[in-house]
């Protein structure tokens, strides 16, 4: 079965006349028309290298009705039961007059799909609202088991109206997907087999012998109630918190032969008080099968603490070796499971949440956690390098007070329950003056080139203008000198910002919540303490619109903290006012679906309107908090987090929303998926750009590994801009790819090319001179490496803090995160000061790339044309506007290559540039006098010509 291939038809020139996606359940037929078109065409199936050619020749006589030439191209196509396939291409080189009928549309369907997993029995809605009849069409359910997928089930479904399918799953946890045979396919759906439930809560109680001073902000909810649910065992495949690899694989026990697992009882943990040692007590039938027990230790956000195995130890308590008196205070969980003598699972897992309150005892080895050194205030001692920020000045109308409007709800929305915050409010004043001032030195030099802005469209078409820089607050910069990144260090970054071309500023999560990275939030409406105010948010809105660029918040639309008041109060109780709010698997409401299999991620449940009211009055209030019908101290947009989890037809409802209030808005969605999902989200009137995965995936290989992938010239090269081009075909007028080659969920990418700084230069002439909008992940500039941790630690890793300083300390360096294993290091020549002032580092070739893309049109709106022909293992890309072209040439293969003549790509079907090339930037290419380019590995040229 092949759900997804994309294909293009190119003229002699290259030029794409057409192209989309099909999709073959069995071996079948293409067929492609092309129109009013003589000459040779070539038919392209962009996940092969294999193409067929016809040669069209008009028709001798025109036939006495009107007629349309047609030439067809026919491909038959084979799939195989493996990952990979070659088609067999069988061209038709007849070229044939037929008549042209054109048949009333015919009404196609707008299908949405739901799925829930009740009794162990996985149930498909299907519904179809946009008429028409569809009496038979195919399905199939697809069932994955860890790296295993199989069809669980396939039929017919009747979608006049809508209708259901169902298939048992069995023992084994799965993940469930249906697709309708060239209809779209529904979004996972995690199956897990009935365990126990367990309410255990124990407290370990110690009078420390200190009084700690604590901020109270991450301390979990009192009133919190812990889910007795086991976190399931697979491993999602887009996950936002750090996902805990094990270390040892266990399989569950269907796996192995067993016909169910073994029932096991956890009592609540004790606490050895000479040594700080665990002791569980477990219960069960059948035990004497288990000759092992594993342990696993978490923290509330599922943090790896701790991981033991022991040999079993019949009637008696297990003792694990790990000190508890190290335990800050805190929610933890306590997971554990049975191993047969293989260390095969064959026990249910079960988890017991344990609450900690009190502090870490001290010990003559160990500082307490709570106590922090002031971190030294160090101004560079270059003294020609460090300029002042800009001090902005920007005029404040007074502000009304919005308290009441903050708070209260819409005819639609559910008031918060006690305890949420309300958003900080501003008295009504007099007319001010509000001046930003930065008053800490950064950095910064004016680049090579200076930019001559591109005016951005007034409307939405300002963010594919935009080089946009992904920001993670808590690593960027600090001002008040607690280790954590806040948003007045964003304000006094702006200046180096702007030094790389950047003109909008993409924050990850700022709002309130109890994980480091912010995408599990418990009030939309409030800042995160640790980063400030929701003046301070305003402030920086205020400020990088003063400078002329724009800024999009991280939105979490999918899910929700399990913190959040609301799921606090339906957790357990069906007649809450807010027991829609979430996708509950049972009639108590103790059971709910959630985001990756983490249970502190429940999942909003958009089928009822007040979550979809809720998110778009969030949404609303952030684009103008003052209510003043101006938006300079209001966001530009969101990046939608885990978009492609949320219903496809919500997105049309924030759009109408949030343009109503404000035209220019922008929504960048996360729907990491293939071509055809995304382009499913980018439907009209749906979000207005999305990432372009596919393509990135291709560059840089598996996002957890390193060392493949192009830019490693691993793989097909011909791949990369194949890949490109068919997703710069999904687009319609509007729409926009945001491209990129990492961020704060992949591995860096200096990490992926292993340091090779030759690689990571082109991936970076790549990314600022593709089409669609250029996002770069804050310290890639730097050449910042950062892998996956193994743990505790994970993506922490990949997050680390952004190196300003040679010596990795200075004013306003962050210090949150700087364990031993640390990819940065002093004095390692990645910080902002060390490549400052050097003409070749890696950061001015950033600001450099910047500069180049924001003076010309044809890099921000040109038209593409990718070289597929006599380029050897090259990437070569023509972009064009009215008065100039642009020819991008990088070497991602293992081996030199030459373009013999340059200049031959100057000429277009409709116009001809200037022969002699003006070279931009190159690294060991060598342009002859006679226009030849030779490329060696991981070298690259940008060329110019002008128009005659």
């Known amino acids: 079965m092949i759900y997804d291939q994309s294909y293009i038809v190119m003229d002699a020139e290259e030029t794409t006349i057409t192209g989309g996606h099909f999709r073959l359940d069995s071996p079948g037929t293409l067929v492609v028309e092309v129109k009013g078109v003589y000459g040779k065409l070539t038919l392209q199936v962009l996940d092969s290298t294999v193409s067929v050619e016809v040669e069209c020749e008009p028709p001798t006589a025109t036939p006495t009705n009107t007629a349309t030439h047609t030439a067809t191209a026919t491909a ?60 038979n069409e195919t399905y199939t359910i697809e069932k994955s088991v860890g790296t295993t997928i199989e069809i669980a089930a396939t039929g017919t479904i009747r979608l006049a109206e809508g209708g259901s399918v169902t298939v048992p799953f069995g023992d084994a946890d799965g993940t469930y997907t249906i697709g309708i045979s060239g209809r779209g396919r529904s979004a996972p759906v995690v199956c897990l087999k009935p365990t126990a439930t367990h309410t255990l809560t124990p407290t370990f109680t110690r009078t420390p012998s200190f009084t700690p001073t604590r901020t109270p902000s991450n301390t979990p909810s009192p009133t919190q109630a812990p889910s007795s649910t086991p976190l399931p065992t697979r491993t999602p495949t887009n996950t936002l918190i750090p996902s805990r690899t094990p270390t040892q694989t266990m399989v569950p026990a269907s796996a192995t032969g067993a016909s169910k697992l073994i029932t096991l009882e956890v009592a609540p943990p004790r606490l050895n008080i000479d040594s700080g040692h665990l002791l569980i007590a477990v219960q069960g039938t059948d035990l004497e099968k288990v000759k092992y027990y594993q342990l696993t230790l978490m923290r509330q956000d599922f943090t790896l603490v701790y991981e033991q195995t022991v040999e079993s130890v019949p009637s008696e308590d297990l003792e694990f070796t790990y000190n508890t008196n190290t335990l800050p205070r805190g929610s933890y969980h306590l997971f554990v499971v049975g191993l047969d003598e293989n260390k095969q699972q064959i026990t249910d897992r079960v988890r017991v949440v344990m609450d900690v309150d009190r502090d870490p005892l001290p010990t003559a080895s160990r500082t307490p956690t709570n106590t922090r050194t002031a971190l030294p205030s160090r101004t560079p001692t270059r003294t020609a390098v460090a300029a002042e920020a800009t001090v902005v000045v920007i005029s404040a109308t007074p502000a009304e007070d ?20 309300a958003p900080d409010t501003a008295p009504t004043v007099a007319p001010l003056a509000l001046t930003l001032t930065a008053i800490k030195k950064i950095p910064t030099i004016t680049p090579t080139l200076t930019p001559s802005p591109v005016a951005p469209d007034p409307q939405t078409g300002w963010f594919e203008q935009s080089i946009t820089y992904l920001l993670f607050v808590r690593s960027f910069r600090d001002t008040n000198e607690d280790g954590i990144g806040d948003l007045k260090g964003v304000i006094e970054g702006l200046p180096y910002l702007q030094s790389l071309g950047v003109r909008t500023i993409w924050l990850m999560p700022v709002f309130e919540g109890p994980t480091y990275h912010g995408y599990a939030v418990t009030d939309y409406l409030r800042v995160n303490p640790r980063y400030g105010t929701n003046e301070d948010l305003r402030n920086v809105f205020r400020a990088a619109h003063a400078l002329g660029m724009r800024v999009l918040l991280d939105l979490t639309v999918n899910h929700t903290s399990s913190q959040h008041p609301y799921f606090l109060d339906a957790l357990g109780k069906p007649t809450s006012r807010y027991s829609d709010y979430y996708s509950w698997l049972d009639d108590e409401h103790t059971s709910y679906e959630t985001f990756g299999g983490y249970r502190d991620l429940p999942k909003l449940n958009y089928d009822s309107p007040a979550v979809r009211q809720w998110m778009i009055d969030i949404a609303t209030y952030w684009l103008d908090p003052d209510r003043d019908g101006r938006f300079n101290d209001g966001v530009d947009g969101y990046r939608l987090d885990a978009a492609r989890f949320v219903p496809v037809d919500f997105f049309p409802e924030l759009r109408a929303a949030l343009v109503k209030v404000n035209p220019t808005v922008t929504l960048l969605g996360e729907v990491w998926a293939e071509s055809t999902l995304i382009d499913d989200y980018l439907q009209p009137n749906g979000i207005f750009a999305a990432f372009d995965f596919p393509s990135q995936n291709i560059l840089v290989g598996n996002h957890d590994a390193v060392g493949g992938g192009v830019v490693n010239g691993q793989g097909n090269l011909a791949l990369l801009p194949i890949t490109m081009m068919g997703m710069d075909l999904i687009l319609d007028q509007g729409e926009v790819l945001g491209r990129f080659v990492g961020n704060h969920d992949t591995n860096r990418i200096m990490s992926v090319v292993g340091g090779d700084l030759k690689r990571a230069r082109a991936a970076a002439v790549w990314l600022l001179t593709a089409p669609g909008s250029p996002v770069l992940y804050y310290g890639d500039e730097i050449g910042m490496k950062g892998v996956k941790g193994g743990g505790p630690a994970y993506d922490e890793y990949r997050r680390e803090p952004l190196d300003w300083y040679q010596a990795e300390t200075g004013d306003g360096m962050t210090s949150w995160f700087k364990p031993g294993d640390r990819s940065n290091r002093p004095n390692d020549g990645v910080s902002v000061e060390e490549q400052d002032q050097n003409s070749e580092s890696l950061l001015n070739l950033y600001r450099e790339l910047g500069a180049l893309r924001n003076r010309s049109a044809a890099l921000q709106t040109g038209d593409t044309h990718y070289v597929m022909k006599d380029v050897g293992s090259l990437y070569v890309m023509r972009r064009w506007s009215r008065d100039e072209l642009i020819v991008v040439v990088i070497n991602f293969g293992n081996q030199p290559s030459v373009i013999a003549n340059i200049g031959a790509l100057s000429s277009l079907s409709d116009r001809t540039y200037n022969s002699a090339p003006e070279v931009l930037f190159r690294q060991d290419a060598i342009l002859s006098a006679a226009g030849e380019l030779q490329v060696p590995t991981a070298g690259y040229a940008v060329i110019r010509f002008t128009i005659r």
């Open 76 to 135: 038959t196509f084979t799939p195989s039961n493996t990952p990979t396939f070659t088609p067999t291409l069988t061209p038709s080189n007849t070229a044939t007059s037929t008549l042209t009928f054109t048949p009333s549309p015919t009404p196609q369907p707008a299908l949405r799909f739901t799925g829930q997993c009740v009794d162990q029995v996985v149930t498909f809605t299907v519904s179809n609202s946009g008429g028409g009849m569809f009496a």
């Open 402 to 421: 919005v308290s009441a409007v903050a708070a209260a709800p819409t005819e639609t929305q559910t008031p918060p329950p006690t305890g949420t915050t």
